[in-house]
C-alpha cells in the first residue's frame, strides 16, 4: 500500500452565488448567525489582514491570490496575482504581502498601494519544487520568523531531509532552520495567545481504511521535535511498511486525535471579545472533511480547549452542516478574525467567505 497512488487533485467548482449558498443548513451555538461576506472568490483558502483592511485571500489550485476590499458594506475581490503553483499561504508585514506557493516565496512590497496594478513580487525564497503535500501555510511568529509547512512528498515513506517539517526563516529569506519533524502534512498552525507556543494540525496517511490514522493536533513544546511520520501515525499506530523496529514511545505524540480523514486545514485561537468568554483562547479548527472515506467525515469547524495542562484536550463541534447527504455544498478552510472579534471562514468549494457573529 505504501505506492498508493492519490487520487488526482480535482479542480475546484465555480463559484457558487451567494444567495445561492445553503447557509440555514448550518447549525451554530445559540447566539451565533452566519452571512456570506464575499463570494465568487475561487477556492478561497488561507487569509491574513493587510494594515489597511484589504482581506488578501490565497488560493491551491486555483492560482490565484485576491484581495477584498470593503466599499462602505460592499465587497470588492480583486485578482493581484494569477497563474502561480499553488499559493494557499499568505502573510502581511510592514506593507508587504507574502505568498508561499509551492516553490518560492514571494514578497509583494506596498501592496495596498497597488491593488489594481501589483508590482512584479521579490522571490525572498525558494523551496523544493516536489508538489505532493507542499500547498503551505504561511505565518508570523512572535519572534518575527515566518513559519511554514514542507510536506511529505509522498502518502507514505521515508522523506528526504527537507520534507515533512515545519520550519522557519527570517522575512529577508536568511536564516532557515527546522522546527518540527516528523510532519506529514500540516496545512495549518498558530501561537498560542498566552504561551506563545506552536501548535499545528497534521492529515494522517491514506490507505490504511475508514478509521485509521486519526488526523492530529499537536503542540510544540520546544524545536525539534519529532512527531512520527513515517514510522508511527497517531501516536499509537506503527506503520505497517515502514514501523518495523520502531516504537511510538520515540516520537512525541499528538495532543488531540480529531477523527479519522476529517482533514483539519486552518487553526486559529480567539483571541476577541465578541464571542462569549468561554471560547476565549480555544482554537478554533476547520475540517475540510474527507475525500477517501465510504462514509464523509469533517466538512466542520470545531473548538479545541488546550488551556487545561494536565487534563486531555476538550472538542466540541462548532459549526456543521456542510454535507447534504453525502455531498458537500461547502468545505471549510481557514479562519480569520475581524477587527470585531468576528470570524471570518474560507469555503473553497463554495468560493466564499462566511462571518459569524454572535449577538447576546
Not at 29 to 48: H, K, L, Y
Not at 167 to 194: K, Q
Not at 286 to 298: D, I, L, M, P, V
Not at 312 to 340: C, S
Request: proline share 10%.
Amino acid at each position: 500500500m505504501a505506492g498508493s497512488p492519490l487520487a488526482p487533485i480535482p479542480q475546484p467548482p465555480a463559484p457558487t452565488p451567494a444567495d445561492k449558498i445553503p447557509l440555514d443548513r448550518l447549525k451554530l451555538p445559540p447566539g451565533f448567525r452566519v452571512s456570506v461576506w464575499a463570494d465568487n472568490i475561487a477556492n478561497a483558502r488561507q487569509m491574513t489582514w493587510g494594515s489597511r483592511g484589504t482581506l488578501f485571500v490565497g488560493t491551491r489550485v486555483a492560482g490565484n491570490v485576491y484581495a477584498v476590499v470593503d466599499r462602505g458594506g460592499r465587497r470588492e475581490v480583486k485578482v493581484i496575482a494569477k497563474g502561480l503553483q499553488q499559493p494557499n499561504g499568505v502573510a502581511f508585514r510592514d506593507g508587504a504581502l507574502y505568498v508561499a506557493e509551492i516553490p518560492r516565496l514571494l514578497k509583494y512590497e506596498n501592496i495596498e498601494d497597488h491593488l489594481d496594478n501589483p508590482p512584479a513580487p521579490k522571490v525572498v525564497y525558494e523551496f523544493p519544487k516536489d508538489a505532493h503535500h507542499n500547498w503551505r501555510f504561511l505565518i508570523f511568529g512572535p519572534d518575527g520568523k515566518l513559519y511554514f509547512n514542507m510536506g511529505a512528498p509522498c502518502n507514505i515513506c521515508i522523506p528526504p531531509a527537507t520534507h515533512a517539517n515545519i520550519s522557519r526563516l527570517n522575512p529577508d529569506g536568511t536564516g532557515f532552520e527546522y522546527v518540527a519533524f516528523g510532519v506529514r502534512n500540516s496545512v495549518g498552525a498558530d501561537f498560542h495567545p498566552v504561551t506563545k507556543e506552536l501548535y499545528f494540525t497534521n492529515h494522517g496517511r491514506d490507505w490504511m481504511g475508514d478509521d485509521y490514522p486519526h488526523d492530529t493536533l499537536h503542540h510544540v513544546t520546544r524545536p525539534g521535535l519529532h512527531f512520527g511520520f513515517p514510522y508511527c501515525h497517531q501516536g499509537d499506530i506503527l506503520d505497517p511498511d515502514f514501523g518495523r523496529g520502531r516504537a511510538c514511545s520515540e516520537f512525541a505524540p499528538p495532543l488531540l486525535k480529531l477523527g479519522p480523514h476529517v482533514a483539519p486545514i486552518g487553526i486559529r485561537f480567539y483571541t476577541g471579545t465578541m464571542f462569549p468568554p468561554k471560547y476565549r483562547n480555544l482554537a478554533f479548527i476547520a475540517f475540510r472533511g474527507a475525500w477517501n472515506r465510504t462514509q464523509k467525515t469533517g466538512y466542520q469547524v470545531v473548538t479545541v480547549d488546550v488551556n487545561h495542562y494536565g487534563k486531555p484536550p476538550q472538542m466540541e463541534v462548532f459549526a456543521e452542516g456542510f454535507l447534504l447527504g453525502d455531498k458537500p455544498w461547502g468545505r471549510p478552510t481557514y479562519i480569520e478574525w475581524m477587527p470585531d472579534g468576528s470570524m471570518l471562514l474560507s469555503d473553497d468549494y463554495a468560493g466564499a467567505i462566511y462571518r459569524i457573529t454572535y449577538q447576546r
